[in-house]
């Protein structure tokens, strides 16, 4: 055998990987004995060489191989450490780039990897690195401009995001980031229009720009528009991945599954683009479709490493086996969480279970923004903590507080209690006991539900409470699955409105989830108002009574002082309508002003217009008010006091399409104002009809000139009407006290007075 130099050794590995023949390199220096212990210098070289040309995989392998053996070098320290990224092995990067480059590196690069590895963990530490030499590179931006999005300073990231803009005027993943920014704090119309520029500027991000404007557009209900964009996507050249998301977005799964079959024929004659099925593999999951991913996989489709490994763990061998011998059609039926419904653990030495130490409430929400449902939460703080509760024994826990998004309007208030308020945001996977199965089943789960259930979980674990309580909707749905599984005394799921469809929010595994919950003895569902609980009984297909009554609670003493502010200044010769909503489909914003603007018409006095709210219509109604001619249309954002809100008002007008027991018709019959509202959901409940001058019920979906006319004919009798009945009417009915009595009742042994 004759004997290579380590010279004659280099030279060989550069002409290999010059053709780039790195496995040849490789074999070459094993078959020659060139030992990594031995000769590290030449498996740098051929590490190197790899990383430089692209085979990323096999650089990584050999840097890690050399890593191993005390070959510790800048090169493999950027090299691993950008691998663990992608893999999510912060921790480990983080460890590997501040043993080689210190704290504070001086190399951008590490400066960047290194502020990656630490941004979830340590923000703040993560934009010190980020300095200014590195936000003259747009990836350093970027990063920078992310780390405020995923820490909720939105602001300051739009502006960021605006600023570096003009300095990489040709990459398009700026104007991304703004137009995602202007979604999170509900400037819609502005979104779209930056989606628009993304499209138009061509190339690659055309499709996901118009995607994303077809996702936006439902979520303002104008579902034409919508799918006159999705049909013409559809029929352009697009990734499969693409087309797919869109389809998810659409929530046609039908769709879907036809064109999962037709990319799966396709990659039958032609198998490759696998960076594509990585993507879609990574939607499905996305989107609880378990069973189509499981599928592809037994039917060749290549799926990444970390996917595999979490449904070899969560499904058995015999439940792969059984999805992959069937059809596409019936696999694509198998989806989580549904097909985990009879796992649920309610086993006391269930991972992660403690036993309660004292009497804990915990209530979850997703925010405190300015709603009827986030001040029905205040109000009922209020409540039992003035029964006597020991506030130092309430926690509640928030999805977000940002306050850049208005999520934080009642947070003052609640914190003046000295109860435990805690960020969920702050809660991940590595602060909660999971067994490893139910680890992998959790990551099977929707991206939303998965995310709020390893929250709610973490926050569980730590406080142990025996009360858990899911304020709306999404919450309960998290509390629910939580609540069981770590074996808490009492789980308590409430509804705030009607059943999610009718308010175009239907996720496909809610009603089987609180089908599932309501099976335990442990559970309570409950809805503010008999309408509702009814509702949500007949579409869950429960007996009657299975849903309980807890109705809104008020303060009315808070209410009582506005009446005489409001009689001194009123003139008779105008009459001040108000409306305090959301700016959002559901509240019908535009309706309510066309109504306004009918009852202008014909009234014998002045009709002046007050809207209290914020949301992503607000545009819309500008515009419309300059149509219709209403430029002394005074529009306010949210506000907190009773006063600023009814002082200056007349009547409450409310034209919701879908309510629950609507707080604000309870607040403005304290203050002693006459309502009108339509009759949906619980807001006859609501509504004071004990004199005809107290409350107007129009009719559920009334056109602006019949609400008008029926506004007209009923208004001189209202203004003039007794306050005091409207006054009364609430005390009796919506009083603390029986709001802190029935929560007593509903959290049963759960609570006692301290």
Same mark, same amino acid.
């Given at each position: 055998?004759?004997?290579?130099?380590?010279?004659g050794?280099?030279?060989?590995?550069?002409?290999?990987?010059?053709?780039?023949?790195?496995?040849?390199?490789y074999?070459?220096?094993?078959?020659?004995?060139?030992?990594?212990?031995?000769?590290?210098?030449?498996?740098t070289?051929l590490?190197?060489?790899?990383?430089?040309?692209g085979?990323?995989t096999?650089?990584?392998?050999?840097?890690?191989?050399?890593?191993?053996?005390?070959?510790?070098?800048q090169?493999?320290?950027?090299?691993?450490?950008?691998?663990?990224i992608?893999?999510?092995?912060?921790?480990?990067?983080?460890?590997?780039l501040?043993?080689?480059?210190?704290?504070?590196?001086?190399?951008?690069?590490?400066?960047?990897?290194?502020?990656?590895?630490?941004?979830?963990?340590?923000?703040?530490?993560?934009?010190?690195?980020?300095?200014?030499?590195?936000?003259?590179?747009?990836?350093?931006?970027?990063?920078?401009?992310?780390?405020?999005?995923?820490?909720?300073?939105?602001?300051?990231a739009?502006?960021?995001?605006?600023?570096?803009?003009?300095?990489?005027?040709?990459?398009?993943?700026?104007?991304?980031?703004?137009?995602?920014? &202007?979604?999170?704090?509900?400037?819609?119309?502005? %979104? @779209?229009?930056?989606? *628009?520029?993304?499209? !138009?500027?061509? +190339? /690659?991000?055309?499709?996901t720009?118009?995607?994303?404007?077809?996702?936006?557009?439902?979520?303002?209900?104008?579902?034409?528009?919508?799918?006159?964009?999705?049909?013409?996507?559809?029929?352009?050249?697009?990734?499969?991945?693409?087309?797919?998301?869109?389809?998810a977005?659409?929530?046609?799964f039908?769709?879907v599954?036809?064109?999962?079959?037709?990319?799966?024929?396709?990659?039958?004659?032609?198998?490759?683009?696998?960076?594509?099925w990585?993507?879609?593999?990574?939607?499905?999951?996305?989107?609880?479709?378990?069973?189509?991913?499981?599928?592809?996989?037994?039917?060749?489709?290549?799926?990444? &490493?970390?996917?595999?490994?979490?449904?070899?763990? %969560? @499904?058995s061998?015999? *439940?792969?086996?059984? !999805?992959g011998r +069937? /059809?596409?059609?019936?696999?694509?039926?198998?989806?989580?969480?549904?097909?985990?419904?009879?796992r649920?653990?309610?086993?006391?030495s269930?991972?992660?279970y403690?036993?309660?130490?004292?009497?804990?409430?915990?209530?979850?929400?997703?925010?405190?923004?300015?709603?009827?449902?986030?001040?029905?939460?205040?109000?009922?703080?209020?409540?039992?903590?003035?029964?006597?509760?020991?506030?130092?024994?309430l926690?509640?826990?928030?999805?977000?507080?940002?306050?850049?998004?208005?999520?934080?309007?009642?947070?003052?208030e609640?914190?003046?209690?000295g109860?435990?308020?805690?960020?969920?945001?702050?809660?991940?996977a590595?602060?909660?006991v999971?067994?490893?199965?139910?680890?992998?089943?959790?990551?099977?789960?929707?991206?939303?539900?998965?995310?709020?259930?390893?929250?709610?979980?973490g926050?569980?674990?730590?406080?142990k409470p025996?009360?858990?309580?899911?304020?709306?909707?999404?919450?309960?749905?998290?509390?629910?699955?939580?609540g069981?599984?770590?074996?808490?005394?009492?789980?308590?799921?409430?509804?705030?409105?009607?059943?999610?469809?009718?308010?175009?929010?239907?996720?496909?595994?809610?009603a089987p989830?609180?089908?599932?919950?309501?099976?335990?003895s442990?559970?309570r569902?409950?809805?503010?108002?008999?309408?509702?609980?009814?509702?949500?009984e007949?579409?869950?297909?429960?007996?009657?009574?299975?849903?309980?009554?807890?109705?809104?609670?008020?303060?009315?003493d808070?209410?009582?002082?506005?009446l005489?502010?409001?009689?001194?200044?009123?003139?008779?010769?105008?009459i001040?309508?108000?409306?305090?909503?959301r700016?959002?489909a559901n509240?019908?914003?535009?309706?309510?002003?066309?109504?306004l603007?009918?009852?202008?018409?014909?009234?014998?006095?002045?009709?002046?217009?007050?809207?209290?709210g914020?949301?992503?219509?607000?545009?819309?109604?500008?515009?419309?008010?300059?149509?219709?001619?209403?430029?002394?249309?005074?529009?306010?954002?949210?506000?907190n006091?009773?006063?600023?809100?009814y002082?200056?008002?007349?009547?409450?007008?409310?034209?919701?399409?879908?309510?629950?027991?609507?707080?604000?018709?309870?607040?403005?019959?304290?203050?002693?104002?006459?309502?009108?509202?339509?009759?949906?959901?619980?807001?006859?409940?609501?509504?004071?009809?004990?004199?005809?001058s107290?409350?107007?019920?129009?009719?559920?979906?009334?056109?602006?000139?019949?609400?008008?006319?029926?506004?007209?004919?009923?208004?001189?009798?209202?203004?003039?009407?007794?306050?005091?009945?409207?006054?009364?009417?609430?005390?009796?009915?919506?009083g603390?006290?029986?709001?802190?009595?029935?929560?007593r009742?509903?959290?049963?042994?759960?609570?006692?007075?301290?």
């Amino acid at each position: 055998m004759v004997s290579i130099s380590v010279a004659g050794a280099r030279k060989e590995v550069l002409h290999l990987t010059k053709k780039r023949d790195f496995l040849g390199a490789y074999r070459f220096l094993v078959s020659n004995g060139f030992s990594i212990e031995v000769n590290p210098a030449l498996w740098t070289l051929l590490a190197r060489r790899c990383a430089d040309l692209g085979a990323t995989t096999l650089a990584s392998d050999l840097f890690r191989a050399l890593w191993e053996v005390g070959v510790v070098t800048q090169d493999a320290a950027l090299t691993l450490a950008n691998v663990a990224i992608r893999q999510d092995n912060l921790q480990d990067a983080e460890t590997m780039l501040t043993s080689v480059f210190g704290d504070y590196p001086d190399d951008i690069e590490a400066r960047l990897l290194l502020a990656h590895a630490c941004a979830d963990d340590n923000p703040d530490r993560a934009l010190e690195l980020i300095r200014k030499d590195t936000m003259r590179r747009a990836d350093g931006a970027l990063l920078a401009v992310d780390i405020l999005r995923r820490t909720e300073r939105l602001e300051e990231a739009l502006k960021t995001a605006e600023r570096v803009q003009a300095k990489f005027v040709d990459d398009p993943r700026f104007d991304i980031r703004i137009a995602r920014i &202007r979604e999170s704090l509900s400037d819609w119309p502005k %979104a @779209l229009e930056t989606w *628009e520029q993304v499209a !138009i500027s061509g +190339g /690659t991000t055309e499709f996901t720009a118009r995607s994303n404007q077809v996702r936006l557009l439902l979520r303002m209900e104008r579902g034409e528009q919508a799918q006159a964009i999705a049909a013409e996507l559809l029929r352009q050249e697009a990734r499969l991945s693409e087309k797919v998301l869109l389809a998810a977005n659409l929530g046609s799964f039908g769709l879907v599954t036809s064109l999962l079959q037709t990319g799966f024929l396709d990659w039958r004659r032609n198998p490759n683009d696998f960076e594509d099925w990585t993507e879609v593999y990574r939607i499905l999951l996305d989107h609880g479709m378990v069973g189509a991913s499981v599928w592809l996989q037994s039917h060749g489709v290549p799926a990444p &490493r970390s996917i595999k490994d979490v449904v070899e763990i %969560a @499904l058995s061998d015999e *439940e792969r086996r059984r !999805i992959g011998r +069937g /059809t596409f059609s019936s696999a694509i039926t198998n989806r989580a969480p549904e097909m985990f419904l009879d796992r649920i653990s309610i086993d006391r030495s269930a991972a992660g279970y403690r036993p309660a130490t004292a009497d804990k409430i915990l209530i979850i929400n997703a925010t405190l923004a300015a709603g009827g449902a986030e001040r029905q939460l205040l109000a009922l703080c209020t409540a039992i903590i003035e029964a006597g509760y020991d506030a130092a024994n309430l926690h509640l826990g928030f999805f977000s507080l940002s306050a850049d998004r208005g999520h934080d309007h009642f947070l003052n208030e609640l914190t003046a209690f000295g109860l435990n308020i805690h960020r969920l945001a702050g809660f991940g996977a590595e602060t909660c006991v999971l067994s490893e199965q139910d680890q992998a089943r959790i990551a099977l789960f929707p991206r939303q539900l998965r995310s709020d259930i390893i929250q709610t979980a973490g926050l569980v674990q730590r406080i142990k409470p025996n009360v858990l309580h899911g304020w709306q909707d999404r919450s309960a749905l998290a509390c629910g699955w939580v609540g069981l599984t770590n074996n808490v005394d009492r789980v308590v799921l409430s509804a705030r409105n009607m059943q999610p469809k009718k308010r175009g929010m239907m996720q496909r595994y809610a009603a089987p989830l609180f089908q599932a919950f309501n099976r335990d003895s442990r559970v309570r569902l409950t809805a503010n108002a008999s309408a509702c609980a009814k509702d949500y009984e007949k579409w869950l297909g429960l007996s009657d009574g299975a849903v309980q009554t807890l109705q809104n609670g008020i303060r009315t003493d808070t209410f009582r002082s506005v009446l005489g502010r409001r009689h001194r200044n009123r003139q008779a010769t105008e009459i001040m309508i108000g409306g305090v909503f959301r700016l959002a489909a559901n509240k019908r914003p535009l309706l309510w002003l066309q109504t306004l603007a009918e009852l202008r018409a014909i009234s014998p006095v002045k009709i002046k217009a007050r809207l209290i709210g914020r949301g992503p219509f607000r545009d819309d109604i500008l515009a419309l008010a300059k149509v219709l001619g209403f430029n002394d249309l005074q529009m306010e954002d949210s506000l907190n006091s009773a006063e600023e809100i009814y002082g200056p008002m007349d009547v409450l007008l409310l034209m919701s399409r879908v309510e629950g027991l609507p707080n604000v018709i309870l607040e403005a019959h304290a203050t002693g104002l006459p309502v009108a509202a339509c009759n949906v959901g619980g807001v006859a409940e609501a509504l004071c009809q004990e004199h005809p001058s107290s409350g107007l019920l129009l009719p559920s979906d009334p056109s602006a000139r019949q609400a008008a006319f029926m506004l007209n004919e009923w208004l001189p009798e209202a203004v003039n009407g007794a306050a005091d009945v409207r006054q009364n009417f609430v005390e009796n009915r919506f009083g603390m006290a029986a709001l802190a009595s029935a929560t007593r009742g509903l959290y049963g042994n759960g609570v006692e007075d301290s």
